[in-house]
Each structure stands twice: as C-alpha cells, then as structure tokens.
C-alpha cells in the first residue's frame, strides 16, 4: 500500500521569504503522479502543482516549484516571495490509477 | 466553466438522524471520490466511482454510511444514524479519467461541514 509522510504539522515563513514543505513517499510502482493541494481557511482545495513520475525535470508554476527525487521517493515543495495569500494547509498527494492517498498536510503560517 | 458544487454546506443534525449529502462533479468526469476531513485533519478516503459503479468501497468506515452515483454525475453519500464522530468536513472530488492508468488531477468541491449533536 502507498503511503505518505509530511513530517512538518506546523511552519511560519516571513513574507516575502522563502520556504519549503517535506514530502516523502512508499510505493513499489514506477509510473505515478504527485501533487500538492492548499487548502486555506475556506476550505475549498486547490491544485497548486503536480509531477508525472516519469519525467525527471522538476515542475514549476510561478513562485511554487518541486524537487522530485524518485529514488528518495521524495516531493518538496519550495514557495519562493511568500505572500500572505499562501497562508494554508498544504497536503501532499500520491495518484497511481485509482488510488489516490494524502498526506497529513503541513500548516503554513506567512508572517507579516 | 462551472466546478465541482456540493450541498448543503453546513448540516447541523441530532444524533441517530439520518443525512443525505449531494456531488455533482464536474461535467464529463467520470471518477468521482467521496473524503472524510475530520477537524485539523488530513483527508481519509471513503469510496470511488468509476460511472456510476463504485469498484472501491474500502474507506466506507462503517455499514451506515453507503454512497451512489446515477447517470454517471450526481452522486449522494448517506449517512445513517448520524454518531457524534461523523461530524467532519465531506469533501468530494472528480476528474477525467478512470482505470488502470494514471488519472488526471481531481477536483474539489467546497465540502460540507456536517455536525452531529
């Protein structure tokens, strides 16, 4: 069975610093997808980005970038000019065909 | 175009009532999950929908709660002789593609908050 850890429950990051969320995973498959979701206080989640397993380069979308290392089976995701905006929980999630497992997320807290 | 809408979004019920909470996912996505988000929580999976079948009902975490889709969208999850330790957030999410590949991304619906007196 798939699992996945997010070993930090709580961060603070000043704004307009940067700051990075850990994410590891188990699995034995090859072929996978990974995300991380923001869920702020309205509760509503969202896609913040997501990786194909079987491509090395690292996704990027404006200030959130990965680093994917398959071999560690680890995703962190880097928030570069934190905005008080990202202020969130942020869960990692592993996707193989119909199964889809989340972490227990990490709060995010961006300091004025 | 319009996202994944639920209802109600907040239900506030008596312990032992029964509640019927409603997904319609996004147009033409043919899997549909059903999360548990209990307070400051992660999200514990409680069934999937491939159309209207539903090839995994392991997270279901008891026989009062049951789950259906028809006409490959709507979808309701029943819970029945609501106990206090049902009250969470129940999110719901769709996407594309279903099967044995990888799937697109899900997404979410704005949940609804249940509480159970």
């Known amino acids: 069975a798939q699992t996945v850890t997010q070993s930090q429950p709580e961060m603070s990051v000043q704004e307009a610093e940067t700051v990075t969320l850990s994410c590891t995973y188990d699995?034995?498959?090859?072929?996978?997808?990974l995300f991380w979701y923001k869920q702020p206080p309205s509760r509503q989640m969202i896609l913040v980005i997501r990786?194909?397993?079987?491509?090395?380069q690292n996704a990027t979308e404006n200030r959130f970038s990965v680093n994917f290392q398959k071999a560690a089976k680890s995703f962190s995701l880097k928030i570069s000019d934190s905005q008080l905006g990202d202020t969130a929980m942020y869960f990692c999630?592993?996707?193989?065909?119909?199964?889809?497992?989340f972490g227990p997320g990490t709060r995010l807290s961006v300091l004025p | 175009g319009a996202g994944v809408s639920q209802s109600p979004s907040n239900k506030v019920t008596e312990k032992g009532k029964d509640v019927e909470l409603r997904c319609d996912p996004i147009?033409?996505?043919?899997?549909l999950y059903w999360y548990r988000q209990s307070l400051g929580q992660g999200l514990e999976f409680l069934i999937y929908?491939?159309?209207?079948?539903?090839?995994?009902k392991s997270g279901l975490p008891s026989d009062r709660f049951s789950a259906e889709r028809t006409g490959g969208s709507v979808s309701t999850l029943t819970i029945q002789r609501t106990q206090q330790e049902d009250s969470a957030v129940y999110l719901c999410?769709?996407?594309?593609?279903?099967?044995?590949?990888?799937?697109?991304?899900?997404?979410f619906g704005p949940g609804t908050r249940l509480l159970v007196l």
């Open positions: 999410a769709s996407s594309l593609v279903a099967g044995g590949a990888p799937q697109e991304t899900q997404y």
């Open positions: 699995t034995s498959e090859n072929n996978y997808y």
């Open positions: 990786q194909e397993a079987y491509k090395q």
């Open positions: 999630a592993f996707n193989y065909g119909q199964n889809f497992v």
């Open positions: 147009s033409g996505h043919t899997a």
């Open positions: 929908f491939q159309g209207n079948s539903a090839p995994d």
